[in-house]
């Protein structure tokens, strides 16, 4: 081959490639929202179906914090204590 044609031949598969790895970054931006949008309607859905399995069950509760020995002698001790 001729020299000009081995420099268009390589300009040709410099601007292919080229276009080729715009067509993938462009289909890589559209996979990547789909799985966005994807992730935030499942996200939504399971919001929307633990809001409404909490509002059908009462409200738990609330426990009182558990004392060790120490924590329950400090206790009485404190309720037995003379305010001044």
């Known amino acids: 081959m001729k020299p000009e044609r081995d420099r268009e031949a ?10 080729r790895r715009q067509r993938e970054a462009v289909q890589a931006l559209q996979e990547r929202e789909s799985e966005r949008q994807a992730i935030q309607l499942k996200t939504q859905r399971l919001r929307a179906e633990r809001l409404a399995r909490e509002a059908l069950e009462p409200p738990a509760p609330k426990k009182q914090p558990r ?6 002698a400090r206790a009485a001790s404190k309720s037995t204590k003379p305010v001044h």
């Open 10 to 19: 390589a300009k040709s598969r410099a601007a292919e490639a080229k276009l």
């Open 67 to 72: 004392l060790t020995a120490k924590g329950a």
